[in-house]
């Protein structure tokens, strides 16, 4: 079937917020892979400061974890989905934190989200945007110069392997939960978009076309190792002192993403 796009996969999303959290919480690796992937920013003094966007913020798990790891930033957090959107502001937040409803695509164009931002956070997100490449380009463009986008997505390696896995996990476990809970398109949805989405290789080399710097692959671990990843890169211009540099990206850059970042959480569940 073909994917779900713009007003109609906001509309499923709508649907499927009411079970949402509910699945997320039968896997608790959900979020603790979340964490791993907003710690990757490196944001100094946590985010004391800083002006932060989280992309794509659905019931506030990825807004949760930004908090995690820049309890003291700016955070506006913006969803295509009304449903999912009122979910996340209903939950407990700071003052600092605040929510907007408004596809990816328009925020240039959105009044809350005018200016800057030092750094964003995008889960989940290009998996299911019609126009990646637009979609990386206006991110980049609501960036400082040097600013930092992490992305949290499933890319498949490519190999048997790793599709095997998950369509095992799929098949087994997230699609027939769907059906149980009435949103049989939406998780249908989530299963192809991730089977036909680019590998790491490819995305990465999306950031870079789109003119972000020193993009980086990193794993993440459990059975999602192959299957999620982060991606990290800056947007053009110089640096500032916002983001922390040394020993910890020095061990994601050589590919020991697992130590840089804390113990292992082999488990893991399907979302978004």
């Not at 309890?71 to 700071?94: F, Q």
Request: aromatic share 8%; glycine share 12%.
């Amino acid at each position: 079937m073909p994917l779900l796009r713009d007003a109609e996969l906001s509309s499923a999303f709508d649907h499927g917020s009411r079970a949402y959290d509910r699945l997320v919480a039968a896997n608790p690796g959900y979020h603790a892979h979340l964490r791993r992937s907003a710690r990757r920013l490196r944001l100094r003094a946590g985010g004391a400061g800083l002006r932060l966007l989280d992309l794509g913020c659905g019931t506030g798990a990825s807004t949760a974890a930004l908090l995690a790891a820049a309890p003291h930033a700016e955070i506006v957090a913006v969803d295509a989905s009304a449903g999912m959107l009122e979910r996340a502001a209903a939950k407990r937040w700071p003052p600092s934190v605040s929510f907007v409803h408004a596809p990816v695509e328009d925020l240039a164009a959105t009044a809350a989200t005018s200016g800057r931002f030092d750094a964003a956070f995008a889960a989940y997100l290009f998996r299911n945007v019609a126009d990646p490449d637009g979609t990386l380009a206006t991110v980049r463009d609501l960036l400082v110069p040097g600013g930092r986008l992490a992305v949290h997505e499933y890319a498949l390696a490519g190999g048997a392997a790793e599709r095997a896995v998950w369509a095992m996990v799929c098949k087994g476990i997230v699609l027939p939960a769907g059906r149980l809970v009435g949103d049989a398109a939406l998780y249908r949805h989530l299963y192809d978009s991730v089977v036909g989405f680019d590998t790491p290789a490819v995305f990465g080399r999306r950031m870079r076309q789109a003119g972000f710097t020193d993009v980086r692959v990193l794993p993440l671990p459990g059975w999602q190792t192959g299957i999620t990843h982060t991606f990290v890169g800056r947007s053009p211009g110089a640096a500032g002192e916002a983001f922390a540099a040394g020993a910890a990206d020095a061990a994601d850059a050589a590919g020991d993403a697992f130590a840089a970042d804390g113990p292992a959480d082999d488990t893991a569940g399907a979302g978004r």
